[in-house]
């Protein structure tokens, strides 16, 4: 399995974090099991193979859609050959670029096509490289940019400082905003409430510790995090990422980061 990840331009770095293609050839027909685990950003995909995987409830996905903030891991399962691209976002990317409230999305994928009016689905279909299909994603976001409203200031400033790990409290003093006021921006310009998105920024903080082999128990993963116990940290850890934080450590296999397939 193939995965790669190319930056974007500068002028959409404060709307896109990459673009992103996961490819597999193979001969096995057996039915794959992916899951996806939460990261607090939304995204957009497209299948090079339109009926290739199904969604979190065995739905049809369409070839090209965009997605919402998840708040709770879901999988997706396909089999055979496959070669998917996508746009990860920036959290707040939804509104800026589609001009929709970002909760209309959460747990949900739609089609481009109900956003925008847009011949990208054939674009990308009709590219003969990879760099090519990410050009045109990145052109296709571009022309959004223009017709859609600049971030919200606050939004920006809290999702910066609740990646770095700071109480919700203090940001809502130096905003001086009331907690039901940021949610509803949240709401708005996110998807989920400034709570929750603390609570997937932590789990990904945790990840990170995982992946690099740098903690001596769970505990001290636990607590390095400001979770109230360690039984807490395995609870928020099943909700994001469907298993227990020691058995991702010991069989998730991850070639796409937030995607793994786990080891038997």
Known sequence: MKYQVIAPPEQLKNHV??????????????????????????????????????????????QLFAFGQATKHGQLQGK?????IGISLQPAALKLLFGIDANELANQNTSISNLAKTSLNEQLLNCSSLEQQASCFFNFLEEQVQQHTNENKKVAYAIVK??????????????????????????????????????ICRFQTSLTFLRQGKFRSLADIA???????????????????????????????ERMPGFPEWQE
């Open 17 to 62: 974090r990459y673009f992103w293609a996961l490819e597999d050839q193979t001969d096995d027909m057996s039915e794959k099991t992916f899951t996806v685990m939460c990261n607090g950003e939304p995204g957009l995909i497209f299948q090079q193979n339109a009926e290739l995987f199904t969604g979190f409830e065995g739905e049809r996905l369409p």
């Open 80 to 84: 055979g050959s496959f070669r998917t």
């Open 162 to 199: 609740l990646q770095q790990g700071k109480r919700l409290s203090e940001i809502l003093h130096d905003l001086n905003l009331s907690e039901r006021s940021l949610e509803r921006l949240f709401l708005t310009h996110i998807g989920i409430t400034p709570i929750l998105y603390a609570r």
């Open 223 to 253: 607590y390095s995090l400001g979770y109230f116990d360690q039984s807490h940290f395995i609870r928020d850890f099943k909700l994001f990422s469907g298993v227990s934080p020691s058995i991702y450590h010991r069989k998730a296999i």
